[in-house]
């Protein structure tokens, strides 16, 4: 063998190894395998035995809104994709929230108990599954970096087809916050008054790197080629827009919520969104005991009593 060929072998191999670990990375993190349609009696519960004391609120919950009369809607995203959600109405004329569910979740597990908050607050609920994920269409999960423009097709949905009047609060949770709070940056119709981001991240590359060491990874070395997956393979960069670069730019009203025991997304991460909000009516409320996405069903007074308090001036 030519000894200058040894070079350019070593080369090629570890393109080859550099371009497996970003197809791995990609895959592992950003691609979202079609689910199958769940049977009349399944009720997914989030995995991790913080859920098991919850299990059964969960399933009432679940159980309640799949009994609830709603509506089932649609839109097509800017490329093309259909996204599906659903509609339930408190009243004719009463405040709506568009809710967005969390990574790898759905609508109907992740925001089940969304619907009952809602209509304690008179309020109605737009849930809504994100692209890839639930009953909408898609193989890519971007953070909240697409999921923020299917945000804006939402509330343009709501002002065209359901009330042109409406006022609309876009609520969100962990992977859902992070899409509200990158959403409240952008030009919005002044029907939206206000924001709820429970549990969000302050951006993908944080949350991907934490999640990473969690799982004794070395992020510095991986997250680039997870980085350049989500370019090369997802259509999206997920350094560009974080949610706590686009509270600098927010002018409505936001409440986070978080719980001070969380281990997936850190509490320390809503108080660095918090302080990064730029607008004069924002509020921070910790829930004690809390883990991730467990604020309602842990201290569901706290919850009621801070909602109503923070938008009765809007909504």
């Not at 759905?106 to 809602?118: F, H, I, S």
């Not at 989500?230 to 949610?243: E, M, N, R, V, Y």
Request: glycine share 8%; with cysteine; proline share 6%.
């Amino acid at each position: 063998m030519p000894y200058w060929l040894i070079p350019l072998i070593i080369l090629l191999a570890l393109l080859v190894i550099g371009l497996l670990i970003v197809c791995i990375c990609f895959f592992k993190i950003f691609y979202s395998v079609r689910k199958q349609p769940k049977h009349p009696e399944e009720f997914p519960i989030p995995e991790g035995r913080i859920y098991e004391p919850h299990r059964e609120q969960m399933i009432q919950w679940m159980k309640e809104i799949r009994a609830m009369d709603h509506t089932d809607v649609s839109v097509k995203s800017f490329d093309g994709l259909t996204l599906r959600g659903q509609y339930f109405e408190y009243e004719n004329g009463a405040p709506i929230e568009i809710l967005f569910h969390g990574y790898r979740g759905t609508a109907e597990r992740d925001l089940c108990g969304g619907v009952y908050r809602c209509f304690r607050l008179g309020h109605s609920a737009l849930i809504v599954d994100h692209r890839g994920s639930g009953n909408s269409e898609g193989r890519v999960i971007t953070f909240g970096a697409k999921e923020s423009r299917d945000c804006m097709t939402w509330i343009d949905f709501v002002v065209g087809n359901i009330d042109k009047n409406a006022k609309i609060i876009i609520t969100g949770i962990s992977m859902g916050a992070a899409t509200v709070m990158v959403t409240a940056s952008k030009e919005l119709p002044p029907n939206v008054v206000g924001v709820l981001a429970d549990c969000g991240y302050t951006s993908t590359r944080d949350i991907i790197k934490k999640v990473m060491r969690d799982m004794r990874l070395p992020p510095n070395i991986l997250y680039p080629f997870a980085r350049l997956g989500a370019i090369l393979f997802g259509g999206f960069d997920p350094d560009a827009d974080s949610p706590v670069e686009s509270m600098k730019k927010c002018s409505i009203p936001v409440i986070f919520f978080h719980g001070d025991v969380d281990d997936y997304v850190p509490c320390s991460m809503s108080e660095e969104n918090y302080a990064a909000c730029a607008s004069e009516h924002k509020r921070l409320v910790v829930i004690s005991g809390a883990g991730h996405g467990l604020c309602f069903p842990i201290d569901k007074t706290t919850y009621f009593a801070e909602l109503e308090d923070f938008f009765a001036p809007f909504a």
